[in-house]
């Protein structure tokens, strides 16, 4: 998933806060037991998720995209004492798998997990404002939770959404429905007078997106 050389890589993870120990388990455990893995957020990106929230100091989260929890964590642990995170994942194959994995930390009171479609649970979290949404699931919904969370953000929160360079593909020759779907997304985005955007070269892509 990384664009960046592998050195490169190696060098930013390197020099970075340390992996925690209960996110080591979860890499491993994710490697030899889920399919498709490498959906993981992993070290160096997880280190980024967890800096942001700390900058951020948020109340409430929104994760879409829960798979095996390791950006769950990494974003909960910049939450305030009394904070939620709130993530939504479509797959309860996971469920004994992600019990596990909050249970092994100090912030498993915090975390709410809820399974289903993302459309319908985002509907029953209404009432809800957040401070910080990360968007990681399937990718051809993208704008589609963007625009649903979107006056659930408080302002001056923050949209974060995941594999926005897509291998590379939204800058070069392809011409795919997957890809096209990407350059959509970031195309929309970079021209909304109601937020203010930046796109970081972090393994596969990501958007920061900031509420006016």
Same mark, same amino acid.
């Given at each position: 998933?990384?664009?960046?050389?592998?050195?490169?890589?190696?060098?930013?993870?390197?020099?970075?806060?340390?992996?925690?120990? @209960?996110?080591?388990?979860?890499?491993?455990?994710?490697?030899?037991?889920?399919?498709?893995? @490498?959906?993981?957020? *992993?070290?160096?990106? *997880?280190?980024?998720?967890?800096?942001?929230?700390?900058?951020?100091?948020?109340?409430?989260?929104?994760? =879409? *995209?829960?798979?095996?929890?390791?950006?769950?964590?990494?974003?909960?642990?910049?939450?305030?004492?009394?904070? =939620?995170?709130?993530?939504?994942?479509?797959?309860?194959?996971?469920?004994?798998?992600?019990?596990?994995?909050?249970?092994?930390?100090?912030?498993? +009171?915090?975390?709410?997990? @809820?399974?289903?479609?993302?459309?319908?649970?985002?509907?029953?979290?209404?009432?809800?404002?957040?401070?910080?949404?990360?968007?990681?699931?399937?990718?051809?919904?993208?704008?589609?939770?963007?625009?649903? =969370?979107?006056?659930?953000? &408080?302002?001056? *929160?923050?949209?974060?959404?995941? +594999?926005?360079?897509?291998?590379?593909?939204?800058?070069?020759?392809?011409?795919?429905?997957?890809?096209?779907?990407? &350059?959509?997304?970031?195309?929309?985005?970079?021209?909304?007078? &109601?937020?203010?955007?930046? =796109?970081?070269?972090? &393994?596969?892509?990501?958007?920061?997106?900031?509420?006016?």
């Amino acid at each position: 998933m990384e664009i960046l050389d592998p050195n490169l890589q190696k060098y930013l993870e390197d020099h970075c806060e340390p992996e925690p120990e @209960h996110l080591q388990k979860i890499n491993r455990d994710t490697y030899l037991k889920v399919l498709k893995p @490498h959906m993981l957020s *992993g070290h160096y990106q *997880g280190r980024l998720l967890s800096m942001l929230s700390k900058m951020m100091q948020p109340k409430r989260i929104l994760e =879409i *995209g829960t798979f095996t929890g390791y950006a769950t964590l990494c974003l909960a642990e910049g939450l305030t004492e009394d904070g =939620i995170i709130h993530t939504i994942e479509v797959n309860r194959e996971l469920e004994e798998m992600l019990n596990s994995h909050f249970k092994s930390t100090n912030v498993e +009171n915090k975390i709410k997990l @809820h399974f289903g479609p993302a459309e319908l649970i985002i509907n029953y979290l209404a009432e809800e404002i957040f401070d910080i949404v990360f968007i990681d699931a399937d990718k051809k919904n993208n704008f589609t939770y963007f625009e649903l =969370i979107f006056d659930k953000v &408080r302002s001056g *929160g923050l949209i974060i959404i995941d +594999n926005v360079l897509w291998k590379g593909k939204v800058y070069g020759p392809e011409n795919d429905a997957d890809t096209q779907r990407i &350059r959509e997304l970031n195309d929309r985005i970079s021209v909304d007078s &109601r937020v203010e955007q930046l =796109i970081l070269p972090v &393994r596969d892509g990501i958007l920061v997106i900031r509420k006016k």
